[in-house]
């Protein structure tokens, strides 16, 4: 390990004020505090906002977009919806399940870009409306697809396809109440109470909201069929207001 290159960073919420500086220190050498840290290419920020993430993130998807405009009036539509998958797509769904559950605000800035990526491929003026080339597309919007990929996450734990550190991860309704409840029968798990915005954006709470709101025939689909339906019924959605 490089010393000189380490760096500690203290996790808090934005109202918990740290009152005393921590000094650490490993083979007499002193380690520098830090706001955030890298790692494996995620940016982990003292509060867990993600903003300085997104930030960086909004710089490569923005680069991608540059290409989409460059080319859309030389190609079709449907290589540029291949380019979207190949150049932006991959950046939105990296660690997603991290720094999706978060503030609506702080993902702003994604939302905004990722619109405009949908008027580049469909031709469409600046300020057409954005939900119905999604439809068009068949492309989730932001926030769609991080509800996809926290069912994603809870039906591979229903199904014991994730690693055994997950274990026990989630409470099933059954193993919580000894009677035959409407719930209990069903592929449901137990919501912990949340008073806070951090206990909302926790995956313990989120992909479990996602899931009870599911209908009980898809959770039992093989994985690509379940993903697929998951992503119909969000798409169904779009344009019915």
């Known amino acids: 390990m490089n010393i000189d290159k380490t760096s500690f960073v203290v996790f808090h919420s934005p109202q918990r004020r740290i009152l005393h500086n921590l000094n650490l220190r490993i083979s007499n050498t002193s380690i520098k505090s ?4 890298k790692y494996l290419g995620l940016i982990l920020d003292s509060n867990l906002n993600w903003k300085a993430y997104i930030h960086e ?14 080319l859309r009036y030389y190609v079709k539509k449907n290589i540029l919806k291949q380019l979207y998958y190949s ?4 950046y939105l769904t990296y660690g997603l399940l991290l720094w999706g559950n978060t503030y609506s605000s702080s993902i702003k800035p994604l939302i905004i870009l990722q619109k ?20 068009e597309l068949e492309i989730l919007k932001l926030g769609d697809l991080v509800s996809l990929h926290n069912a994603l996450f809870l039906y591979q734990y229903h199904k014991n396809l994730l690693p055994s550190s997950f274990d026990n ?15 209990a029968s069903r ?3 137990y919501i ?3 008073k806070t915005n951090y206990g909302k954006f926790n995956i313990r709470f989120a992909a479990v909201k996602v899931w009870n709101d599911l209908h009980e025939n898809i959770k039992y689909l093989p994985l690509k069929m379940f993903k697929n339906e998951v992503k119909l019924n969000i798409l169904q959605k779009y344009c019915q207001h």
């Open 57 to 70: 993130l909004s710089k490569k998807i923005s680069r991608g977009i540059g290409v989409l405009s460059k």
């Open 187 to 189: 592929s449901t798990y």
């Open 116 to 135: 405009r990526a949908m008027r580049i491929i469909t031709s469409s003026k600046p300020d057409e409306h954005s939900e119905p080339l999604f439809k």
């Open 169 to 183: 991860f989630f409470q099933s309704v059954s193993s919580i109440h000894q009677y035959k409840t409407r719930l």
């Open 192 to 194: 912990n109470s949340v």
């Open 34 to 37: 830090d706001t955030c840290v």
């Open 87 to 90: 150049l932006i797509y991959p």
